[in-house]
């Protein structure tokens, strides 16, 4: 459902980083942070219900990041995004593709890569404003978002069930 029925109707955007043929990472983001979930919910209850169930029944420890998705979407009732943020949802390298050694040895730094592509899609899209959220203790994460430009944003994001820190980039006007 998330990353085949949302990507299909243009409510978030999803790029896959290959390395030879072999998925390596990708980054899942979208231009409307505080509605594309609310929009999906109310198309397509029925599938999402019907997944829910299946993924339930299969592995019941998935409750955990459903009560989160539910505790995510009830902190931000309150807020107001305009039209011009967005927001990276997921971003994610498998950790071959992140060793050192494979880095010194290819040149790639594909978490780097995907974040530039996911800023150009939301930027092309009309984003002036993008936002990341991370795990406050991923460390490597919060040293690459601040080496690419980004700025420390709230230090604490309400719903997540880790303590999470919001990073954000902002679009500088072109003289």
Known sequence: FYYAL????????VSVAYVDDVPAGFNAVTTDPNGFMGVALRRWWY????????????????????????????????????????E???????????????????????ARELIAK????????????IIAVVDADNLPARMMYYGLGWQLGRLHVPGWRADSVEFIWEATPKA
């Open 118 to 129: 996911g800023v150009q899609q939301l930027t092309e899209a009309g984003a002036k404003r």
């Open 88 to 110: 990276f949802l997921s971003l994610g390298v498998l950790p071959e593709f992140t060793d050192p050694k494979f880095v010194q040895r290819s040149g790639l730094r594909i």
């Open 6 to 13: 949302l990507p299909a109707h243009r409510l978030i955007h």
């Open 47 to 86: 599938v999402i219900a019907w997944q829910l169930f299946l993924s339930l029944a299969e592995n019941p420890k998935r409750i955990a990041a459903l009560w989160e998705a539910f505790q995510i979407m009830s902190a931000r009732k309150g807020e107001t995004a305009d039209s011009a943020t967005a």
